[in-house]
């Protein structure tokens, strides 16, 4: 990598790219992929096929970033958010209307779904199932519609088959995941919502 940093065409980029960023000219507005662990002693063993504090899903440790995490130059809230069904069934899956401001510069931002379902089956933490990059002006407000796949309310068994079970969900929305770390990062909260499903 140092050597193709060093490269006169590749350094001409990396210093314009960051010119822009520390200038303010471009909003960085990427979210981590992954979990950053605070030390190689939280990764599980090799050779252990536990999905124990494997990815964010089944953490229990808090790591030092925390997947879907990411800041940029706006201020951008969530204002709102409204199911449009009129009756909602995890089996046609949701509709979601989504109320975003920026009260700082110009920017983008990620809008992320997570979803907890009531399932002995169910990962230890919620998992992602939609998300949508929206750019946004100082000052403006923008709404996006999501909508989340009858996928999203399945979970795996133990013998590996796809199925519905339980009762009910919990169904975040926020700029990052729903977490303590995220929270105290961003000092921002996800919005939840609570669905019992009729059997």
Request: charged share 30%; proline share 5%; hydrophobic share 40%.
């Amino acid at each position: 990598m140092q050597m193709l940093f060093y490269k006169p065409g590749i350094q001409v980029l990396w210093e314009a790219a960051l010119a822009n960023i520390i200038f303010g000219e471009v909003s960085p507005s990427a979210k981590l992929p992954i979990t950053i662990y605070k030390d190689t002693d939280c990764l599980p063993d090799f050779e252990d096929y536990s999905m124990e504090n494997r990815t964010y899903r089944y953490l229990k440790d808090e790591p030092l970033f925390p997947f879907g995490f990411g800041l940029n130059y706006g201020d951008t809230y969530l204002e709102a958010v409204d199911i449009l069904d009129e009756s909602p069934n995890r089996s046609r899956g949701l509709n979601l209307r989504v109320e975003i401001s920026n009260r700082g510069r110009a920017t983008k931002d990620v809008v992320q779904v997570y979803v907890k379902n009531d399932s002995k089956y169910a990962a230890l933490n919620p998992t992602l199932v939609e998300f949508e990059k929206i750019a946004i002006s100082s000052g403006e407000r923008a709404i996006i519609e999501l909508k989340i796949n009858e996928d999203a309310f399945k979970v795996v068994d133990n013998e590996g088959q796809f199925i519905t079970d339980g009762k009910s969900s919990k169904i975040y929305i926020g700029l990052s995941a729903p977490d303590v770390l995220s929270e105290r990062l961003t000092k921002k909260k996800c919005k939840c919502i609570d669905m019992d499903w009729l059997i």
